[in-house]
């Protein structure tokens, strides 16, 4: 599923423009790479759920992941998070879910932000 969202940003002209293959899993950027433009960072939170069963057997799994925005623009910030909830939703049907970051680390001077989204995915 990761690769999935991946492919969905890289697929969209805003991320592009303002990230172009700037994503990554699992793992933060440098505050010196944040220099180049914003970064996006896809984070698991949980492994996939089973869930909706049929024939006692089950259908979907639930997924979970924190997707954060990381960069030295306020507004780049913004506009690649809001693109994000868009993509999220319309491509993937993902919604955004509780749990939400928006900081600016003053001595660095850098903008995050973080959102949750759930989604099911049906099995094959």
């Not at 994503?23 to 180049?36: G, N």
Request: hydrophobic share 35%.
């Amino acid at each position: 599923m990761i690769w999935k969202i991946n492919d969905a940003f890289l697929a969209d002209p805003l991320i592009q423009e303002k990230v172009g293959r700037r994503i990554k899993f699992y793992e933060y950027p440098s505050t010196t790479d944040l220099e180049k433009g914003p970064y996006v960072v896809i984070d698991p939170l949980d492994t996939p759920i089973p869930k909706d069963y049929a024939d006692n057997k089950w259908l979907t799994e639930d997924y979970l992941f924190q997707i954060e925005v990381w960069s030295k623009s306020l507004a780049d910030r913004d506009a690649v998070s809001k693109q994000i909830r868009k993509v999220m939703w319309d491509k993937l049907g993902f919604a955004q879910s509780g749990g939400g970051v928006d900081e600016w680390e003053k001595d660095l001077n850098i903008y995050r932000d973080a959102r949750r989204y759930r989604g099911k995915v049906y099995v094959n």
